[in-house]
């Protein structure tokens, strides 16, 4: 308090000492002269007053030492930070950035809680609460150059099934989905864009298509059985105003005769194909290219028409479990129309497997999904999938479902959907766990599954 009450006095005496200056100016020298002989009296009498106290003693004056260079200290280090020019926040995920932008990490995630009641003919009806996706992406880049790791507890397949050594994944366990490095070149005008890593390979619109931007709880059972999961390899990517176009290398892309993994985890040691190309192009009639990252148009967006279409191609490697020189063909096509406040999304699938020795077949399906805003925040939707995979087994070899639900829009980052679905027919080989069905027992049909799930991405 003595330290602070001479401080004050120490002020003052050089405020009244500068206003006598200012004041002698004006011709007022003896007051400002008499003022400060008063000052210095009274500063006398002070000094006088606390010296036997041991006023601002050594140990006092090191005290003041070390809080002087520990605020310095804090300051330098503020300065330091500031002058760095670092950026953070948050713009469509959380982001720090180095000042000129050749370094940066976007953090992005994606929960998926959800509830499902399952019924089955001639079984119990079971129920429960699981969480189908915790997912968190890295993203970013270094310097020219993007890249992207992404990882999630809960099953990347549509199916808990081990093939080509992907050991079976329970919703517990932590899977890496995508991880990948990638870079754009200008050529005249147009973009060409390079990939390599692990990635959804490009063929059906629906699984390229992320999980949170789905207009139903889950994808369709028809592209859980067509999908091409995760691929391993490179990709090169063409776009421009109105066109795009990707084609892929890979170690093997899903197909129904794998179960849908593609080369999912695999490496040199382990690919199940001698090769594997893949390529899907896209027409943009009008909207834009990001109105099509997802499948509701909502009221206010702008109208958009694209149409798809894509292929594959692959031959297994001798030994696998298809059979010698088993060849893999495929083709699809589609067309999402967004109308501002409703939207209508078509997609067929055609595949040919061949097969030295034991012929052929070909499976086939389609898919015809539309979506309409009641409200601008509450979005109703219907959506059928038909699939026949052209093997012996009667019904149990076709699909079809029914789909119907509402979505609410909680705000831009959550979402809660509830919807029903029915199956015409033995769902057999189309069975998905992870999408909240299950077998069927022999000549049975009607399952249905009731599902709600809330969702929160940031």
């Given at each position: 308090m003595r330290l602070n009450r001479t401080v004050g006095l120490l002020a003052g005496t050089t405020a009244l000492s500068l206003g006598g200056i200012c004041a002698a100016n004006g011709g007022a020298d003896n007051d400002a002269l008499a003022q400060i002989a008063e000052l210095k009296r009274e500063l006398a009498e002070m000094k006088a007053k606390n010296s036997g106290e041991g006023w601002l003693t050594e140990q006092r004056a090191e005290q003041i030492r070390g809080v002087v260079q520990d605020v310095l200290a804090d300051a330098e280090t503020r300065s330091s930070f500031q002058s760095s020019g670092a950026t953070a926040g948050y713009n469509n995920g959380f982001f720090i950035s180095s000042p000129d932008g050749n370094f940066s990490l976007k953090v992005n995630g994606l929960v998926q809680a959800r509830w499902i009641l399952n019924s089955a003919k001639d079984q119990n009806t079971q129920w429960g609460f699981d969480v189908r996706r915790a997912r968190l992406t890295f993203s970013g880049n270094v310097s020219d150059f993007r890249y992207e790791v992404q990882g999630q507890w809960g099953s990347p397949l549509g199916v808990e099934n081990g093939l080509f050594g992907v050991p079976t994944s329970g919703p517990n366990e932590f899977n890496l989905l995508n991880a990948y490095v990638e870079r754009d070149f200008d050529l005249g005008g147009n973009t060409l864009t390079v990939t390599a890593g692990q990635f959804k390979a490009p063929f059906l619109r629906e699984w390229l298509v992320d999980a949170g931007d789905l207009m139903a709880v889950d994808y369709s059972l028809l592209t859980y059985y067509f999908?091409?999961?995760?691929?391993?390899?490179?990709?090169?990517?063409?776009?421009?105003?109105?066109?795009?176009?990707?084609?892929?290398?890979?170690?093997?892309?899903?197909?129904?005769?794998?179960?849908?993994?593609?080369?999912?985890?695999?490496?040199?040691?382990?690919?199940?194909?001698?090769?594997?190309?893949?390529?899907?192009?896209?027409?943009?009639?009008?909207?834009?290219?990001?109105?099509?990252?997802?499948?509701?148009?909502?009221?206010?967006?702008?109208?958009?028409?694209?149409?798809?279409?894509?292929?594959?191609?692959?031959?297994?490697?001798?030994?696998?479990?298809?059979?010698?020189?088993?060849?893999?063909?495929?083709?699809?096509?589609?067309?999402?129309?967004?109308?501002?406040?409703?939207?209508?999304?078509?997609?067929?699938?055609?595949?040919?497997?061949?097969?030295?020795?034991?012929?052929?077949?070909?499976?086939?399906?389609?898919?015809?999904?539309?979506?309409?805003?009641?409200?601008?925040?509450?979005?109703?939707?219907?959506?059928?999938?038909?699939?026949?995979?052209?093997?012996?087994?009667?019904?149990?070899?076709?699909?079809?479902?029914?789909?119907?639900?509402?979505?609410?829009?909680?705000?831009?980052?959550?979402?809660?959907?509830?919807?029903?679905?029915?199956?015409?027919n033995e769902l057999g080989l189309f069975t998905s766990s992870s999408a909240g069905y299950r077998a069927d027992l022999p000549d049975t049909d009607g399952q249905f599954a009731l599902r709600a799930q809330l969702q929160l991405t940031f």
């Open positions: 999908y091409q999961g995760y691929s391993v390899g490179v990709m090169a990517g063409m776009s421009s105003d109105d066109f795009r176009v990707n084609v892929a290398f890979t170690n093997g892309v899903g197909t129904p005769q794998d179960l849908g993994i593609g080369s999912y985890g695999s490496g040199w040691n382990s690919n199940p194909t001698q090769y594997s190309f893949a390529g899907r192009a896209e027409y943009k009639m009008s909207g834009n290219w990001a109105d099509f990252d997802n499948f509701s148009s909502r009221r206010g967006e702008a109208e958009g028409l694209m149409i798809g279409v894509g292929g594959l191609f692959q031959k297994y490697n001798t030994g696998f479990s298809l059979g010698n020189r088993a060849m893999v063909t495929g083709v699809t096509a589609d067309v999402t129309w967004n109308f501002g406040g409703a939207s209508i999304f078509a997609a067929l699938v055609y595949e040919n497997l061949s097969t030295e020795g034991a012929g052929s077949n070909q499976p086939w399906g389609f898919m015809v999904q539309g979506g309409y805003f009641v409200t601008d925040d509450v979005e109703i939707f219907a959506r059928y999938d038909y699939a026949n995979a052209d093997v012996p087994g009667g019904d149990v070899t076709k699909l079809s479902v029914i789909t119907a639900g509402a979505n609410y829009f909680l705000s831009d980052n959550a979402k809660f959907t509830a919807d029903f679905g029915f199956s015409l």
